[in-house]
């Protein structure tokens, strides 16, 4: 694996892409070695690129929470099943952050989107609401900075890394 850019940024497609209604799974590793998967609720990503938040069923993601508590390393899947366009994103920081203002409104956006995502392929809205269902107040978000992305989608260039946007360095114009 390449190692991280500093000040890896996501660009505005790519960031456009990760907010959209796609499928989303993050997983980690266990002190143990054992890995952990959850399936997400949504995403935000920073204007800037810098910083993404990925929304989780607090009970569902005990195992990643746990996980990522130890280790702080975060993998996060993208993928649009109508045409496997995927997207994994890294990062070694992440942590558990209070829901932001609109973070609510994002994640019924998100089952609203990723509803009618499925619908195309013939899942019932019910089924893909049951799947996401989760009480407001069981709601956490994961924030982490990626450091390395990857094209997933399945082909000749699955695994490549995505070119980030850099960011200046501190002080430049």
């Known amino acids: 694996m390449p190692s991280p850019t500093p000040g890896f940024r996501l660009?505005?497609?790519?960031?456009?892409?990760l907010m959209s209604g796609v499928s989303i799974n993050a997983g980690a590793g266990g002190a143990d070695g054992t890995p952990s998967l959850c399936r997400a609720f949504g995403c935000r990503v920073d204007p800037g690129g810098g910083q993404v938040a990925v929304f989780f069923s607090s009970r569902q993601a005990a195992d990643l929470l746990r996980d990522v508590a130890h280790s702080?390393?975060?993998a996060v899947v993208f993928s649009e099943p109508p045409t496997h366009r995927t997207v994994q994103v890294k990062g070694r920081d992440a942590r558990v952050v209070p829901l932001a203002e609109g973070d609510l409104a994002r994640v019924r956006a998100y089952r609203d989107a990723f509803a009618q995502c499925?619908?195309?392929l013939g899942f019932t809205e019910t089924?893909?609401?049951t799947l996401l269902d989760c009480p407001d107040a069981d709601l956490v978000a994961l924030a982490f900075t990626p450091t390395?992305?990857?094209?997933?989608?399945?082909?000749?260039?699955a695994g490549a890394p995505l070119s980030p946007m850099v960011a200046p360095p501190p002080g430049a114009p």
């Open 11 to 17: 660009d505005p497609d790519t960031a456009r892409f």
């Open 72 to 74: 702080r390393a975060l």
């Open 118 to 120: 499925l619908a195309f």
């Open 127 to 129: 089924m893909v609401r």
């Open 148 to 157: 390395a992305a990857f094209n997933g989608t399945p082909g000749a260039q």
